[in-house]
């Protein structure tokens, strides 16, 4: 499952679970695009729950949009992470740190107050 909800001028709210195809991840990473377009100096909350590796034709899919992906990317100032799986919130800490202009930060689920918090108020 993957949903993208646009909440207000510069947040995108993404919600993730389970494994994504590739059929899946063409269309996720379409509304990804369709929804950010006329974002600058974004915010992405993701909730990802219960989140498995993507199969091999989504990763091919991802890879064959990465001009597309990079330019979506650059939109964002800041994203955070919920999740109860651990090496999810060590895996998109890195990432944050492998992509200039993006900070990534994780937490845990029950933790959505705070991680709003942190992307509306955080010094920029």
Same mark, same amino acid.
């Given at each position: 499952?993957?949903?993208?909800?646009? !909440?207000? /001028?510069?947040?995108?709210?993404?919600?993730?679970? *389970?494994?994504? /195809?590739?059929?899946?991840?063409?269309? %996720?990473?379409? $509304?990804?695009?369709?929804?950010?377009? #006329?974002? #600058?100096? *974004?915010?992405?909350?993701?909730?990802? !729950? $219960?989140?498995?590796?993507?199969?091999?034709?989504?990763?091919?899919?991802?890879?064959?949009?990465?001009? %597309?992906?990079?330019?979506?990317?650059?939109?964002?100032?800041? @994203?955070? !992470?919920?999740?109860?799986?651990?090496?999810?919130?060590?895996?998109?800490?890195?990432?944050?740190?492998?992509?200039?202009?993006?900070?990534?930060?994780?937490?845990?689920? /029950?933790?959505?107050? $705070? @991680?709003?918090?942190?992307?509306?108020? @955080?010094? #920029?």
């Amino acid at each position: 499952m993957f949903s993208v909800e646009k !909440v207000g /001028d510069d947040r995108l709210d993404i919600a993730m679970s *389970g494994k994504l /195809d590739a059929q899946m991840m063409g269309l %996720a990473l379409d $509304e990804l695009l369709e929804k950010s377009a #006329e974002i #600058e100096h *974004g915010k992405m909350l993701f909730d990802v !729950v $219960e989140y498995h590796l993507p199969s091999l034709g989504a990763i091919g899919v991802e890879l064959s949009r990465i001009p %597309a992906m990079m330019g979506f990317i650059r939109k964002f100032d800041r @994203a955070a !992470v919920l999740s109860d799986q651990d090496w999810v919130k060590k895996i998109s800490e890195l990432e944050g740190t492998l992509m200039p202009g993006l900070t990534i930060k994780a937490f845990s689920r /029950d933790q959505r107050e $705070e @991680a709003v918090t942190w992307l509306e108020y @955080a010094p #920029e």
